[in-house]
T-cell receptor, first 114, second 113 residues
Framework: GDSVTQMEGPVTLSEEAFLTINCTYT??????LFWYVQYPGEGLQLLLK?????DKGSNKGFEATYRKETTSFHLEKGSVQVSDSAVYFC?????????????FGKGTHLIIQP | KAGVTQTPRYLIKTRGQQVTLSCSPI?????VSWYQQTPGQGLQFLFE???????NKGNFPGRFSGRQFSNSRSEMNVSTLELGDSALYLC????????????FGEGSWLTVV
């Protein structure tokens, strides 16, 4: 079945540091890929998405590129802020667009120190 | 437009009881899915409803059930609660189809004591 693997944290960085959170996936078809963010005590918010190979999703300074050849969708940000502290989830959706639900990684807890 | 709304936000139940959680999707979204989030298992897919029909189900026991109404609102029910059912239950809605974004509510925090 489908699966998503992402680095588990916590990942601790200083403010203005460069961020990379690795995400790789296994899927039988051509999935859509997502990054969701969860702030303490809240639900999931969509951060960005990409629906086909070589697409780049971007939002709020975060970027991720759909790499089919390496089955990866790594999240990057050039300069993190304290407000970026949260848990980040990489996820995939199969061709049915939710027929089997989203498959999530375990989540990466990101802590940004001032 | 309004997001996905879940009620109640917090609840405490006793082992053996049952619970019903409610979800109102984004207007125009006909697909509603439910997820369970726990520290140990992470986010796990429970089931998806579309046009009042369950389209898919995750690997959960029959104590977990759901339904969808004609206005796309959905409820999930857990019967004979166990301590391990304590979790954040997230509802999500989408316009079903490849590449469509799934939007989540803030969740219902269930504690079983």
């Amino acid at each position: 079945g489908d699966s998503v693997t992402q680095m588990e944290g916590p990942v601790t960085l200083s403010e203005e540091a460069f961020l990379t959170i690795n995400c790789t996936y296994t899927a039988t078809g051509y999935p859509s890929l997502f990054w969701y963010v969860q702030y303490p005590g809240e639900g999931l918010q969509l951060l960005l998405k990409a629906t086909k190979a070589d697409d780049k999703g971007s939002n709020k300074g975060f970027e991720a590129t759909y790499r089919k050849e390496t089955t990866s969708f790594h999240l990057e940000k050039g300069s993190v802020q304290v407000s970026d502290s949260a848990v980040y989830f990489c996820a995939l959706s199969d061709e049915g667009g939710g027929a089997d639900g989203l498959t999530f990684g375990k989540g990466t807890h990101l802590i940004i120190q001032p | 437009k309004a997001g996905v709304t879940q009620t109640p936000r917090y609840l405490i139940k006793t082992r053996g009881q049952q619970v019903t959680l409610s979800c109102s999707p984004i207007s125009g979204h006909r697909s509603v899915s439910w997820y369970q989030q726990t520290p140990g298992q992470g986010l796990q897919f429970l089931f998806e409803y579309f046009s009042e029909t369950q389209r898919n189900k995750g690997n959960f026991p029959g104590r977990f059930s759901g339904r969808q109404f004609s206005n796309s609102r959905s409820e999930m029910n857990v019967s004979t609660l166990e301590l391990g059912d304590s979790a954040l239950y997230l509802c999500a809605s989408s316009q079903r189809g490849s590449g469509n974004t799934i939007y989540f509510g803030e969740g219902s925090w269930l504690t079983v004591v």
